[in-house]
């Protein structure tokens, strides 16, 4: 992808071919609907969320989505299971795009991470 300074999300996944701009539409509208106080932002280049801190990011690549968030390894402790059959890291989950999106799967992941940041907040 071209170096580009996107000024929003709409603009971010514009540059998307529209079967990877769709899925990219899918974890936001999840993400909205499980954290609709949550701000919409662009942070790193990609779209990202914060609620008391920052939530949960996501990006789009050729092969895959990938979702990631503030190191947390009780995250990974949670879903340790149903995190086997993804590739991941201390602080990205990447969902290959040959396979539908976990939409269950994320929407819990981002009530997690909501949980984690009210309990910091506090």
Sequence with gaps: MAK??????????????PEIAAR?????TMIREVAPDAEEVISYQIPAYKYQGFL??????????????????????????ELAK???????IQFPNSEPLPLSLIKRIVRFRLQENKAKAK
Excluded: C, M, W
């Design 4 to 17: 580009t300074n996107f000024q929003s999300v709409d603009q971010y996944q514009g540059t998307f071919p």
């Design 24 to 28: 990219l539409e899918q974890v936001r």
């Design 56 to 81: 949960v990011y996501y990006s789009g690549y050729k092969n895959h989505i990938s979702l990631s968030y503030p190191f947390s390894a009780a995250l990974l402790a949670e879903f340790k299971e």
């Design 86 to 92: 993804y590739k991941v890291s201390k602080s990205a």
